[in-house]
Nanobody, 124 residues
Framework: QVQLVESGGGLVQAGASLRLSCAAS????????MGWFRQAPREEREFVAA????????YYADSVKGRFTISRDNAKNMVYLDMKTVKPEDTAVYYC?????????????????WGQGTQVTVSS
């Protein structure tokens, strides 16, 4: 069982930067592909970014590429999402997720464990 706890959300102005953090309880954290997803009001949850178990490979949705950076610290069981130049359309609940098989890093159904989410609100 893996527990994931997100933090770092809040209310920011457009153009600002924000860092989301996700703390994982897994003893074998370095075996998991880690991802960030988000869900805006009245929208489906969507993929944002993912990082391979070693951290050597990263994946991004086109909408955040060049603005967001995912990283992980396996020694601390942490994964981060650095958000720069945020836009009102980035407003959503952001979820951290863990995938043991790494078979479909962009696919929500591939992930085995989810956090409760952290709200990010970007004002214009």
């Amino acid at each position: 069982q893996v527990q994931l706890v997100e933090s770092g959300g809040g209310l920011v102005q457009a153009g600002a930067s924000l860092r989301l953090s996700c703390a994982a309880s897994a003893h074998t954290f370095s075996d998991y592909t880690m991802g960030w997803f988000r869900q805006a009001p009245r929208e489906e949850r969507e993929f944002v970014a993912a990082v391979s178990p070693s951290g050597s490979s990263t994946y991004y949705a086109d909408s955040v590429k060049g603005r967001f950076t995912i990283s992980r610290d396996n020694a601390k069981n942490m994964v981060y999402l650095d958000m720069k130049t945020v836009k009102p359309e980035d407003t959503a609940v952001y979820y951290c997720a863990a995938d043991l098989r790494g078979s479909g890093v962009l696919v929500e159904s591939s992930y085995d464990y989810w956090g409760q989410g952290t709200q990010v609100t970007v004002s214009s």
